[in-house]
């Protein structure tokens, strides 16, 4: 029962970190960065998702950046609504911090907006405009996604994620984005080795360059070095 400060490949504008629900995230994404390729899942994230009552005990100060739930999905459509509620709740209690949310379910985000401080954030995972559904993931297609983004109160901060990035459509992932509006992009590559489907650096480089000029700021992970590299070059990782 603690509040963690944020370290390793996260993402470094988070200060802490915070997790209410243990089990496994219903998403069972193939390449869940829960999963450690040496030592497995943590055994407190593995079973039956379950809400960790003692967890809304912890006091969370003031003036952090708390990504909420980061080792799951809050919104994913198994968890239920109470739970939901009971989360946004204890966050309440601390208002002077910036709570960061993350979802590849970002249509149950509206029914909840009114319980959300007006400072908190809401990002989505976005990894490629294409289906990964029947290989890769069980969490929403990326098309609905795209679109439960675009239909957000602009009130709130939005970003979006584009992490670990797949092999993508450029015209139409940078459409996407762009319609959706977010106050910045991350974009980052896979970092586990789950020899996923990824884009060459042409791609990336054109979906960078088509958000900057659209204004959308970018925040390009050290991760990303290693497509970039691979595909063009030492010299590509300037783009970081």
């Given at each position: 029962?603690?509040?963690?400060?944020?370290?390793?490949?996260?993402?470094?504008?988070?200060?802490?970190?915070?997790?209410?629900?243990?089990?496994?995230?219903?998403?069972?994404?193939?390449?869940?960065?829960?999963?450690?390729?040496?030592?497995?899942?943590?055994?407190?994230?593995?079973?039956?998702?379950?809400?960790?009552?003692?967890?809304?005990?912890?006091?969370?100060?003031?003036?952090?950046?708390?990504?909420?739930?980061?080792?799951?999905?809050?919104?994913?459509?198994d968890?239920?609504?109470?739970?939901?509620?009971?989360?946004?709740?204890?966050?309440?209690?601390?208002?002077?911090?910036?709570?960061v949310?993350?979802?590849?379910?970002?249509?149950?985000?509206?029914s909840?907006?009114?319980?959300?401080?007006?400072?908190?954030?809401?990002?989505?995972?976005?990894?490629?405009?294409?289906?990964?559904?029947?290989?890769?993931?069980?969490?929403?297609?990326?098309?609905?996604?795209?679109?439960?983004?675009?239909?957000?109160?602009?009130?709130?901060?939005?970003?979006?994620?584009?992490?670990?990035?797949?092999?993508?459509?450029?015209?139409?992932?940078?459409?996407?984005?762009?319609?959706i509006?977010?106050?910045?992009?991350?974009?980052?590559?896979?970092?586990?080795?789950?020899?996923?489907?990824?884009p060459?650096?042409?791609?990336?480089?054109?979906?960078?360059?088509?958000?900057?000029?659209?204004?959308?700021?970018?925040?390009?992970?050290?991760?990303?070095?290693?497509?970039?590299?691979?595909?063009?070059?030492?010299?590509?990782?300037?783009?970081?």
């Amino acid at each position: 029962m603690s509040l963690k400060k944020s370290k390793g490949n996260m993402y470094p504008w988070v200060t802490h970190t915070h997790a209410h629900l243990g089990g496994e995230c219903p998403h069972r994404c193939s390449y869940c960065y829960v999963d450690n390729p040496r030592f497995g899942r943590p055994e407190k994230f593995q079973g039956p998702l379950r809400l960790m009552h003692e967890e809304l005990l912890v006091r969370y100060g003031s003036g952090r950046t708390i990504f909420i739930d980061h080792c799951n999905d809050l919104f994913a459509e198994d968890v239920p609504r109470e739970w939901i509620e009971r989360v946004l709740d204890h966050c309440a209690l601390w208002p002077t911090n910036t709570y960061v949310y993350q979802t590849k379910n970002p249509g149950r985000y509206l029914s909840f907006i009114p319980l959300m401080l007006s400072t908190c954030m809401l990002g989505c995972t976005i990894e490629t405009n294409r289906d990964i559904s029947s290989t890769n993931s069980q969490a929403p297609r990326p098309v609905g996604r795209f679109m439960h983004m675009k239909a957000l109160n602009s009130s709130r901060i939005l970003f979006v994620t584009v992490e670990p990035i797949m092999d993508f459509d450029v015209e139409i992932l940078c459409d996407w984005l762009i319609q959706i509006g977010p106050e910045f992009v991350n974009i980052g590559a896979d970092s586990k080795a789950h020899n996923l489907p990824e884009p060459p650096a042409e791609k990336i480089l054109a979906l960078i360059a088509a958000l900057n000029t659209a204004g959308i700021e970018i925040r390009a992970k050290h991760n990303l070095g290693r497509i970039l590299t691979a595909s063009m070059g030492p010299s590509s990782t300037q783009a970081e």
